[in-house]
């Protein structure tokens, strides 16, 4: 069944108004009609419902089904730095199919890209729009928030809000005893933690001055593994780590 997103509430007696957007690839784009049934997510719930009324509008009614949630057990925040072109439409994309609860850009020290932010406002509008039909089409119960750029310094006062910080550092991944992912993901599982945040870097990888600053906040670094990955590779393989943990 067909996904959608809906911020409004359900009335009194379980019936809710789809309009805007929605509405018209319901009416335009699947051509559904009075007695086919859709998924309305609201407020993190599946609800499935039955078409009863269309117009310019549509209005849908609770069949009192729902479905369970697919959300990943911990909150996983992703943190990368600006990378070039179109990379961070396929970090929303593909991170959301993964299950990540957060995307947060920032402008590293090795960020070639510089966000302009005259069109910023449309930029991250237009992240959030892929991050909605990805988690339409991966059948998620939330859409991954994706926050405007922050400078380096912005992300250090961020990070106290996090249960654990995980820094991807290649030169921890050139080292001959790497710190294993998988071993401090078992940690963070067997204490129970409720958030993560990872922070990767651009292209050229977090500099020296990046990693010890936030090692000092309370960052941990970790390896991905004896090769080095790229920017927009190493958020969705951390990901499927986690997936793999937890799920």
């Not at 406002?121 to 405007?148: D, F, Y």
């Not at 249960?163 to 940690?187: N, P, Y």
Request: charged residues 25%; aromatic residues 6%.
């Amino acid at each position: 069944m067909q996904r959608y997103f809906v911020d409004e509430p359900f009335t009194n007696e379980n019936e809710l108004t789809i309009s805007g957007e929605n509405a018209k690839h319901i009416l335009r784009v699947m051509r559904m009609e009075v007695g086919e049934s859709i998924v309305v997510v609201q407020q993190g719930t599946a609800y499935i419902c039955e078409i009863i009324q269309t117009g310019q509008d549509v209005i849908v009614k609770q069949t009192g089904e729902t479905l369970s949630s697919p959300e990943m057990p911990i909150q996983v925040t992703i943190a990368c730095g600006l990378p070039k072109g179109d990379k961070l439409d396929l970090i929303t994309q593909k991170g959301t199919e993964l299950g990540m609860y957060a995307l947060i850009p920032f402008a590293a020290e090795r960020s070639v890209v510089k966000w302009d932010d005259k069109k910023g406002e449309k930029k991250t509008e237009r992240l959030q729009k892929i991050a909605k039909e990805a988690a339409e089409q991966s059948h998620r119960t939330l859409i991954p928030e994706i926050h405007n750029p922050i400078t380096f310094k912005q992300l250090l006062t961020t990070v106290s809000n996090y249960d654990a910080i995980f820094i991807a550092d290649e030169e921890d991944a050139k080292s001959d005893v790497r710190t294993r992912f998988a071993d401090k993901l078992k940690k963070v599982y067997d204490n129970e933690l409720k958030s993560i945040l990872l922070i990767f870097g651009p292209e050229g990888g977090i500099s020296r001055k990046e990693a010890s600053s936030l090692i000092e906040a309370g960052g941990q670094t970790m390896s991905l593994g004896p090769r080095i990955l790229r920017a927009e590779t190493a958020p969705l393989y951390a990901l499927a780590a986690i997936s793999y943990e937890f799920e």
